[in-house]
């Protein structure tokens, strides 16, 4: 069941959505102080965030750049009765996914929400996660904790490989056929060194090795 944070200062607004969207199926913390949001999704997983720029304490753009330079990409639907252009670029700027206007319409408040759950969704799908490494297969990109490591694209191909049957071991032989599309005749050290490689940039138990049986990640050590 999907959990949202709605943050907004005026009280009978504030109930309003809650319960609506309570009825909807969903699970959802009110608060009415940028500091307690901030505070909360700092702790707790939201599916979306729905945050009002005008708030006591800190405002809802101070929040979102926070919550943002925290590397929090939870969505985040901004809800303000500010309507001219450079308000919504401050948000969108500030790492906004999308921005609504009041007074809020509710069916309209659901629909955005619906549409941030199904791009997580699809974002999810583009990216595999083992232990503290990610893998964002969209954007070739591969992250350790969070920070983006550097791999040649011989490197990101076994790492993909390994991370698509993560907990199973996948031999040798088939991470050259990924590397070379089959073609035998490449240096056969070449997966040492890629898996070397790997090793060093994302850390030495990462991968294992089983004689016979080839390498694996998502065992026990990773």
């Known amino acids: 069941m999907p959990r949202l944070l709605v943050a907004e200062d005026d009280a009978d607004?504030?109930?309003?959505?809650?319960?609506?969207?309570?009825?909807?199926?969903?699970?959802?913390?009110l608060f009415a102080r940028g500091d307690e949001v901030l505070a909360a999704a700092s702790v707790n997983?939201?599916?979306?965030?729905?945050?009002?720029?005008?708030?006591?304490?800190?405002?809802?753009?101070?929040?979102?750049?926070?919550l943002r330079s925290r590397r929090n990409t939870t969505p985040v639907i901004?809800?303000?009765?500010?309507?001219r252009t450079r308000h919504r670029v401050t948000g969108l700027d500030a790492g906004a996914d999308d921005y609504l206007v009041k007074p809020v319409e509710l069916e309209e408040l659901a629909a955005r929400i619906r549409s941030q759950l199904r791009r997580a969704d699809r974002r999810q799908a583009d990216c595999?996660?083992?232990?503290?490494?990610?893998?964002?297969?969209s954007g070739h990109v591969a992250s350790l904790?969070?920070?983006?490591?550097?791999?040649?694209?011989?490197e990101y191909r076994l790492l993909a490989l390994l991370m698509r049957r993560s907990r199973r071991f996948v031999s040798k032989a088939d991470l050259e056929g990924e590397l070379y599309d089959g073609d035998h005749g490449a240096d056969s050290n070449t997966?040492?060194?890629a898996i070397s490689a790997l090793r060093r940039k994302l850390g030495r138990d990462f991968i294992r090795t089983a004689r016979g049986l080839g390498y694996m990640v998502g065992g026990a050590t990773s």
């Open 128 to 137: 595999l996660s083992v232990g503290e490494v990610t893998l964002d297969l």
């Open 145 to 154: 904790r969070g920070e983006p490591v550097a791999l040649t694209a011989k």
């Open 45 to 66: 997983d939201y599916d979306v965030i729905l945050l009002d720029i005008g708030l006591p304490r800190m405002s809802g753009v101070e929040v979102l750049r926070e």
């Open 13 to 29: 607004l504030g109930v309003a959505m809650k319960r609506s969207l309570e009825w909807d199926g969903y699970v959802v913390d």
């Open 78 to 83: 901004i809800i303000t009765a500010l309507d």
């Open 191 to 193: 997966v040492e060194v």
